[in-house]
């Protein structure tokens, strides 16, 4: 039997997921799952890089424990995210969280450099405070001496490669994450880099998905005590994401839901006119140079982070302890409490910039419906029925905004990724929406990142094929509005 090996880290959680290609379907087996909790460092939020590794390495370990050694591997992670490295190959940054809060004012400053609508002409990125390009302009500001001293920048994913094999590779897919990457000539963008006056030796030639890394250095062989090729999924989570979804024809919208929900399509070419700028739509490199022309839309970030203060546990080590309650809040419960309250009416718009890194997501949906002159939620069920049903409405909204913005009809929803679990936001997507929901696979972003291996590796094709095993591979829940 021929192994792969996805390593799939998400902004809470990472995971190994061992795949395998049998009679033309792709059989998934989790290996090894791990908390990805950040670290206040230096007075910044920052992913906990080091334990990571040690996660990595571990889950390695237990693929070899169980006698399935991979013969390929792949990460993918979340965007935008990144470790400057030196000459001498350490780094020369903290790796810091894109809800962290430097980048408070970055986006006014990179404005002065190169006002957004250019910006967007070129790259086609939907303006996010977390941007690399905004980050970078933040570290620039805090800490330029770190920039001076760059070698090279490594998106997250490609950190870790590089302590697999020794080797730095920039991905593509992640690489357009940054908003550097022009849309049209998909390499980096010189005239962005230099107007936001960033170094141009940090970023190197850009790899597609499918391309190897390199093999494991001594030190790691010695550590999980096996060798294997490292290659390059689309590292980005979401475009790993986008390629697992079993659309049943071209009028489907894909969602990727996790801790962001990514509402939209793929596409052969960029859009990136002003009604596509105002209504904050993204290009985002893909698989074979489509376009994921999406929304982020705040996702289950908003019920992950009530559930916390519910429990009393917070996503950065070591900021404020708050006591751990003495109900532990489980989210099918949180999904019961909102059923029961399912006539509750208050909404709020789950993209305002209130509900990205909050102190306290209750307090910050209360104090939105106190603003709107809406009922304040009182219990947990009328808190979670306004969330839920607020997603609901987003989704439907940027729905329609899709579809103004493509010209085209969409007569169905793919949701894939752990979200798709979500029986209630599923059944309240296809209420709002008017359109069936097909739900799964919920491992999406792991077996996307699959798929380009088992493609890679010749298992399948191209695509098309890999793409038309999902179907009999997973099982895909529809429900009907
Ligand atoms: C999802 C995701 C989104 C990106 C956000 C930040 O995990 O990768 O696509 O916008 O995280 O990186």
Redesign the pocket.
């Known amino acids: 039997m021929k192994y792969h090996l996805a390593i799939d880290i998400?902004?809470s959680s990472g995971r190994h997921i061992l795949g395998h290609v049998e009679k033309g379907c792709m059989m998934l087996e989790e290996i090894y799952r791990f908390d990805n909790i950040q670290v206040r460092k230096n007075g910044h939020d920052c992913w906990n890089t080091e334990q990571l590794w040690q996660s990595i390495l571990e889950g390695l370990r237990a693929c070899k424990a169980v006698n399935k050694v991979p013969e390929t591997m792949g990460i993918d992670t979340?965007?935008?995210?990144f470790v400057l490295m030196g000459a001498d190959g350490r780094p020369v940054s903290d790796a810091v969280a894109?809800r962290d809060k430097r980048t408070k004012g970055a986006m006014e400053q990179a404005e002065r450099g190169l006002p957004f609508p250019e910006l967007y002409a070129r790259t086609g990125i939907q303006k996010?405070v977390?941007n690399t390009a905004y980050q970078l302009t933040a570290l620039q500001r805090e800490h330029p001496e770190q920039l001076a001293a760059a070698s090279r920048l490594l998106m997250i994913p490609e950190y870790f490669n590089y302590l697999l094999t020794g080797n730095m590779l920039n991905e593509y897919t992640n690489a357009t994450?940054t908003a550097l990457v022009n849309a049209y000539t998909r390499s980096w963008d010189d005239t962005v880099i230099a107007a936001l006056g960033l170094p141009r030796r940090i970023f190197g030639p850009l790899n597609l998905p499918g391309a190897r890394v390199g093999r494991f250095t001594g030190e790691v062989q010695g550590a999980v005590g096996f060798d294997c090729d490292v290659l390059l999924p689309a590292t980005?989570?979401?475009g790993s994401a986008f390629l697992a979804v079993p659309a049943r024809d071209e009028n489907a919208v894909y969602i990727s839901s996790?801790?962001?929900s990514?509402l939209g399509v793929e596409n052969e070419a960029p859009i990136t006119g002003e009604a596509s700028m105002l209504a904050n739509f993204t290009n985002e490199g893909g698989y074979r140079y489509r376009y994921r022309y999406l929304k982020?839309i705040m996702g289950l970030w908003m019920i992950q982070s009530i559930r916390r203060e519910l429990n009393g546990v917070s996503y950065v080590e070591d900021s404020k302890k708050t006591a751990a309650a003495q109900r532990q809040w489980s989210y099918a419960e949180l999904e019961a409490e909102a059923r029961g309250c399912a006539d509750f009416t208050s909404r709020v718009d789950v993209n305002d910039s209130s509900f990205l890194a909050p102190e306290s997501m209750t307090d910050a949906v209360k104090q939105f419906c106190v603003q709107t002159g809406q009922s304040v939620p009182q219990t947990v069920g009328e808190l979670m029925q306004c969330v839920y049903a607020s997603l609901a409405a987003g989704y439907a909204g940027a729905v329609r905004e899709l579809s103004a913005l493509t010209g085209k009809v969409y007569t169905s929803i793919n949701i894939v990724g752990g979200g798709s679990k979500d029986g209630y936001l599923n059944e309240l997507t296809a209420r709002t929406t008017g359109l069936p929901v097909f739900a799964g696979p919920t491992e999406g972003t792991a077996l996307g990142n699959l798929m380009a291996q088992f493609i890679a590796a010749g298992e399948f094709d191209d695509l098309e094929a890999a793409r038309a095993a999902i179907r009999q591979s997973f099982d895909i829940k529809e429900v009907t509005p």
Do not use: E
């Open positions: 998400g902004a979340w965007a935008v995210d894109y996010q977390f994450s980005h989570d979401t996790g801790t962001w990514l982020n």
